[in-house]
Structures are given as structure tokens and as C-alpha cells.
């Protein structure tokens, strides 16, 4: 989502702080992005939270540089963290992925370097604000939105503003416990439905079996769920299986947040979103043969429209 010109007055600066990457953008506070487009950088973990604070610095002043801005062009800044925070404080309490985060006064800090009002949310909810007011949740009140990916995280969005619990989080679907399809044993969603646990799945599966996952990579520890969808469509029995466990677990899953929050949109972004038919159609399957009967009509279950700026025009939208 991108304009050429945007009042510099209501320009702001979008920051996301992942596990894998870092990127930043400039725009509107309604989530349209400059011309220029969002910077974005590998993290390299060895450097720990230190190395992506100092990345940062040096993002920001670059994409002022060639955007023609500088610092006083911008009213707000908002950032999108990937892991558990003290919203209210602007503190971040624990990153699961890069060292260095720990009890991190994450506001406190980037105002103190940009001279800036920041606002400081969790990823996820800050994707799911921006699905919610620019994306496919556009005109709806309650959204529920979640991303698929390497693990599976949540945001629930109520009138435009993402609920934070009791100001450390809320909606954390990948920590719920569904029971697994291997043993009925609970276990946490993640663990079954993100895209790393459907390629270990299948790795374990193909590992045992003839399947024609095999014969389309060179090791079974090749195999991940792009191979596991495509293997499906072409008709291979332990794929279009597993492809079937992940529906009923994941319908589980939604089925019961439809049933506690009754929201109008179910939107799912990430990776293991992206794919086909073969997989929309038995997860909305398993949704609808869960649901409350009355409500299941009126909720969308739908996927993502913004792909990888999404964090960084939730975060402008913040």
C-alpha cells in the first residue's frame, strides 16, 4: 500500500523488530507507505538485541536520507515487536528468539534516540491491526487475525484498536492446546499447524513410509510443508493425510475462538495461508462442522491481503 505524496505533517515511521528480519518504513498514520517503500535487513543473530538496535539506527537515517525527510517530517513512530511485552510501559519482557531483549524499556529507549512519541506492540497484533483497517478485515468491527508461519501467532481487533489482555497480550492462539493427531496427547497448536511443525511432521512421517515427498527433494529433511501441500495436490496418500490432520487441528482451533468471540472476519496471514485450494476447502470444512451452528453464517474465514509490509503499516497505523 503505497502513495506517492503524503502531507509531510501526518507523516510517521513504521519499525518491525522480528526474529529473522528488520524493516522500516515511512507513511501516513492510515498505513500508506511513501514511494520509497520499506528498508529491510537480515538479523544477524550472533549480535544479539544490541546488533538490531544498532541496525535500526542506521535504517532509519538512511530511509530519511533517500526518502528527501528528516526527523522533523515525522510526528509518531510505532514498532511492531516480535515477543511478550509490557504494552503500557513500552517494555519489552522476553524475546524467544534473539538474546538481549530481557526486560529491554524498548519506548523509552527509541525516544530517546529520535526525539519521538513511540507506540510499541506485539507483531502480531500490529499485523492484525493493519489486515483489519487497510487489508481484508476493512469495514469489519471484530476481527481475529492470525499468521502461519515458521510458528503461529494471534491479534483479536475491536473497533480498529488491538486488545492487549491485561497489558502484556492477548490472542495467543499458538499457545493453545489441541489434542495431537498422532496420539490425542494436548499439545500447543504451534506444534502441529505452523509451517516448521507440518515439515517435521511430514520428515518423521516420510521417514517411515513410501511417499512421493521423497522423490521431490533430496533428503527427507528437505521436506517442509510447500512439498507437503504439493505432494497432496498430486495425489500422495501420506501428504493429502497429513494435509488433513493440519485442517481438523487448525478448524478445532478457529471453530473455538468463533464460538468465544463470534468475530465477523477470521483472517489468516503467513506462509502456510498462501496455500491452495486443497487446504481452504477442508479448513473451512472443519470450521463450519464445529461452529455454533448460528453463528458460523456470519463470519468470513479469509486470507491476508498485505504480505511482508504488513507489521510495518500496522505500525504506522498505531
Not at 528488520?22 to 537480515?42: E, F, H, P, W, Y
Not at 487446504?279 to 511482508?308: C, G, M, N, S, Y
Request: charged residues 20%.
Amino acid at each position: 500500500m503505497r502513495q506517492d505524496i503524503i502531507s509531510s505533517e501526518l507523516l510517521a515511521i513504521g519499525i518491525e523488530i522480528g526474529g529473522t528480519k528488520t524493516q522500516v518504513g515511512i507513511g501516513s498514520a492510515d498505513g500508506k507507505l511513501l514511494q520509497k517503500g520499506v528498508l529491510r535487513k537480515n538479523v544477524d543473530r550472533t549480535q544479539g538485541a544490541a546488533g538490531i538496535r544498532e541496525d535500526l539506527l542506521v535504517m532509519v537515517k538512511d530511509l530519511l536520507l533517500s526518502s528527501h525527510l528528516t526527523l522533523s517530517n515525522i510526528s509518531k513512530i510505532g514498532i511492531g515487536f516480535g515477543g511478550i511485552l509490557d504494552s503500557k510501559r513500552g517494555v519489552v519482557l522476553k524475546s524467544y528468539q534473539i538474546e538481549g531483549w530481557d526486560r529491554f524499556p524498548l519506548k523509552e529507549w527509541a525516544e530517546k534516540q529520535w526525539g519521538k512519541q513511540v507506540i510499541v506492540q506485539n507483531d502480531a497484533s500490529t499485523a492484525g491491526l493493519a489486515e483489519s483497517l487497510v487489508g481484508s478485515g476493512r469495514g469489519c468491527s471484530r476481527v481475529f487475525y492470525m499468521t502461519i508461519g515458521s510458528g503461529i501467532g494471534g491479534a483479536w481487533i475491536v473497533d480498529g484498536k488491538p486488545d492487549n489482555g491485561q497489558g502484556f497480550g492477548a490472542a495467543e492462539i499458538g499457545h493453545m492446546w489441541v489434542p495431537s493427531p498422532e496420539s490425542g496427547v494436548p499439545i500447543e497448536l504451534e506444534q502441529i499447524c505452523s509451517g516448521w511443525a507440518i515439515g517435521r511432521r511430514a520428515q518423521l512421517a516420510a521417514s517411515k513410509k513410501r511417499t512421493l515427498m521423497k522423490k521431490m527433494v533430496k533428503t527427507v529433511a528437505q521436506i517442509d510443508a510447500k512439498i507437503v501441500y504439493s505432494a497432496a495436490v498430486q495425489g500422495d496418500k501420506l501428504a493429502q493425510q497429513l494435509m488433513s490432520e493440519t485442517c481438523q487441528v487448525l478448524g478445532l482451533a478457529i471453530s473455538n475462538v468463533i464460538d468465544l468471540l463470534h468475530p465477523e472476519r477470521v483472517i489468516l496471514g503467513g506462509g502456510v495461508a498462501l496455500m491452495g485450494p486443497l487446504f481452504w476447502d477442508q479448513l473451512r470444512r472443519e470450521v463450519r462442522a464445529r461452529t455454533i451452528p448460528f453463528f458460523a453464517p456470519h463470519v468470513d474465514l479469509v486470507r491476508a491481503k498485505l504480505k511482508q509490509d504488513v507489521v510495518v503499516v500496522g505500525a504506522l497505523c498505531l
